[in-house]
């Protein structure tokens, strides 16, 4: 049986999974929707796994358990009151933790890959969103505008927030070359040209409107009578 490089094992809440059913164009491609934890684990080769009740993912919950008890109270003995110096007392309390409970593993041989640069990092640990390309080459987020530079036909990119707070925008992993808009372009409407109303022009008295097209009318029995 072969199993993936790496596999996670989380419960079913909505940060590890989407709820929600598949939109149209999902069903169309044949995927499901995927949560920004999800989409990010299976860039990176991870496989997630849904446990169907605390009990499934009993050594996290004990793991847990140990953090909000025994970690609590060997820092009120410590007498810690910093975040600062807590981290630093966590430098010295995990290992000692580790070294008490850790258990040798069944095979010595080391599985794990190569750490990705720190730009695909970058690409896969970020939020990713879809949004379409407007007629003017610009796109909408979170309400802002960013103009694209880069002349890519597509009608959508992906926009990528990094954790660094900044945004790029890429379509099917290529960087694009953009830059935000400060200010919402104001359409300016071209005033319409002065019409000078024309006088009206009256025809001559030959001229052809003025004549009858149409025969004489014959005179009516009332008038002939008298």
Partial sequence: MLWPAAVAYADKHTTYRVQGEPTVAEQLAGTKPQSQFERALAEL????IHAHSPQAKG???RLFKTLQDR???????ANIATIETANRFLEIWLPRYNRRFAIPPAEAADLHRPSPTARERNRILCLKTTRVVRRDWTVAHHGHLYQLDTNVRATQVMV???LDGTIELTHHGRSLRSHAIAARPVQVTAPSPLVTPRRPVK?????????????ERPPSASRATT
């Fill in 45 to 48: 080769g991870v496989e997630l």
């Fill in 59 to 61: 050594r996290v919950e």
């Fill in 71 to 77: 970690l609590v109270k060997d820092l009120r003995l």
């Fill in 160 to 162: 990528e927030e990094r």
């Fill in 203 to 215: 025809p001559r008295r030959m001229h052809p409107w003025h004549r009858r097209i149409l025969p």
